[in-house]
């Protein structure tokens, strides 16, 4: 009797209240009116119907939105007929095994706060394991160390790292950065020095409004992948790298001071792509410290640009490079806006000083070579050199093979019988080892009694140092001896 009277009231109360208002309220008196349910309060919660899988996959005909809390999966599902078949509520349990979100509405310092107290409460020293992403403008207020960890944007125009005072990353680690605005207002961007095994990895990301890009030094690996400078009052500096490579590189303008400086020694270095925009007296790339390349250094399809007054698009290195050209022998450059450079290019040639008397070269001996003797002006070098009188040596690194071109005019001097003589390209090898290449052989005699003029060509394989000269010949026994050279010209190309 007691349920009767207790119940049936409730249930004719409860259908009465949702005839009048269509809603139900629970825990307030003023259901929104949007809504058929509506509960509040500040203890409790909404609790689903918990099954195992089993039995969540044993409901039969489920309805379209039908929700349980699945204790087997230990997730919410519901079920959805166009899909014909449950489908799981993913949350963060699904999500990424150590990551973190950074968003611009956080506290930097409550986020990461591990992270500071790792740092010794002077740095951020991020967690190697962990995948760190940047939403928004994050204000950064002490430096970050990398510690190979990965910082990742997903909008390189709205996620940014801005420091307004010191340095954005330092220490002695490397790590991944990737789409991503850099400010570092009134410090540098990067102030690493690694222990030469590091990598330091930065893609698709834009540095701007800085006061120093900074320095990198003393890595394994540095590469760096479609990065915009723009605004910065002083470039980035690197030094004693492994591996350095740069594709697509945009240095606007509007940055100043030098932009690039390569200092120390490099194992490879390989620039490819981008822009160097150059005005007034700033300089695109440093090279003037005489960085040594163990390996080779390749700098490919860079355009530089810009109206130049005191400034230059390179500062060529001091050491080692060639009037008019910019870089050593280790180099490779094919650019817009500076000398292509590389052995393909080598060339050089030599002549006779005009102001000085013929020179006599005596061939005493039948079928002996005789170097032609003579003093000769050097001109038009690259990667090649004239250590001394009627030679050209070859300086470049990579094997290759020119063509010889060569001139002579002579008298017979001593007077006597009629003598045959071949004039030819001699190779000298690093060594000294003198081979007549036979194939560049012009013939001719003493006969006329005038000043003969004929040429000298063919083509030649050399390795670096190795050397060309112009010999003569006396081949067959007239008396007519002493040579006296008027012309001798030789071109390498």
């Known amino acids: 009797m007691y349920y009767t009277t207790k119940i049936i009231p409730t249930l004719l109360f409860l259908f009465a209240f949702t005839l009048g208002y269509s809603q139900i309220g629970i825990g307030t008196i003023t259901p929104d009116p949007t809504s058929v349910l509506h509960v509040e309060s500040t203890t409790q919660g909404m609790l689903a119907p918990r099954m195992t899988a089993a039995q969540r996959t044993a409901i039969a005909a489920p309805a379209n939105g039908l929700l349980v809390f699945d204790t087997t999966a230990g997730s919410f599902y519901y079920y959805d007929i166009p899909a014909a ?34 740092g010794g409460n002077t740095k951020y020293l991020l967690d190697a394991g962990i995948f760190y992403e940047i939403n928004g403008t994050i204000n950064v207020d002490l430096p970050i160390e990398m510690n190979n960890a990965y910082i990742v944007g997903l909008d390189s ?3 940014r790292l801005i420091k307004a005072t010191g340095d954005l990353f330092t220490g002695t680690t490397g790590g991944t950065v990737k789409v991503l605005t850099l400010t570092a207002a009134a410090g540098n961007v990067f102030n690493v020095l690694g222990g030469g095994t590091q990598s330091l990895i930065m893609r698709d990301c834009v540095i701007a409004s800085s006061a120093n890009v900074g320095k990198i030094e003393n890595f394994a690996l540095v590469f760096v992948s479609i990065v915009q400078y723009l605004g910065n009052s002083a470039g ?12 697509n590189a945009a240095w606007f303008s509007n940055n100043s001071g030098t932009y690039e400086t390569l200092q120390g020694t490099f194992g490879l270095v390989e620039k490819t792509g981008g822009f160097t925009e150059v005005t007034g007296a700033k300089v695109g ?6 960085p040594t390349i163990t390996g080779d250094s390749v700098m490919e399809s860079v355009v530089f640009t810009g109206a130049l ?28 806006g500076i000398p292509n450079e590389g052995d393909s290019y080598a060339s050089g040639s030599f002549y006779f000083d005009r102001n000085t008397a ?34 050209l040596t070859y300086k470049g690194k990579k094997t290759r093979t020119f063509q010889v071109i060569g001139n002579v005019a002579f008298l017979e001097v001593s007077g006597g019988t ?12 690093s060594t000294g080892t003198i081979t007549p290449l036979t194939a560049t052989e012009a013939f001719t005699d003493t006969n ?17 140092d190795e050397s060309v000269e112009v010999h003569l010949k006396r081949v067959n026994s007239g008396t007519k001896i002493t040579m006296g050279s008027y012309t001798l010209n030789l071109l390498i190309k």
């Open 85 to 118: 078949g449950w489908i799981k509520i993913n949350g963060d349990k699904e999500g990424r095994l150590k990551y973190k979100l950074i968003k611009s509405t956080d506290v930097l310092a409550a986020v990461l706060a591990a992270e500071k107290t790792a």
């Open 157 to 159: 125009s709205e996620d």
């Open 236 to 247: 980035i500096i690197y030094k004693d790298i492994s591996k350095l490579l740069i594709s």
């Open 285 to 290: 790339l440093d090279v003037s410290s005489n």
């Open 309 to 336: 007054t005191s400034g230059k698009y390179v500062n060529g290195y001091t050491v080692g490079s060639y009037t008019g050209f910019n870089f050593n022998d280790t180099w490779s450059v094919r650019c817009a």
């Open 358 to 391: 013929p020179a006599n070269t005596t061939a005493t001996v039948m079928n002996t070579a005789y170097k032609i003797l003579g003093t000769t002006i050097s001109n038009n070098l690259y990667r090649v050199t004239s250590p001394s009188s009627n030679r």
């Open 418 to 429: 009629n003598a045959q003589y071949v004039y030819y390209i001699a190779k000298v090898s």
């Open 448 to 464: 006329s009694g005038f000043v003969q003029g004929f040429p000298i060509s063919g083509t030649v394989q050399l390795n670096t």
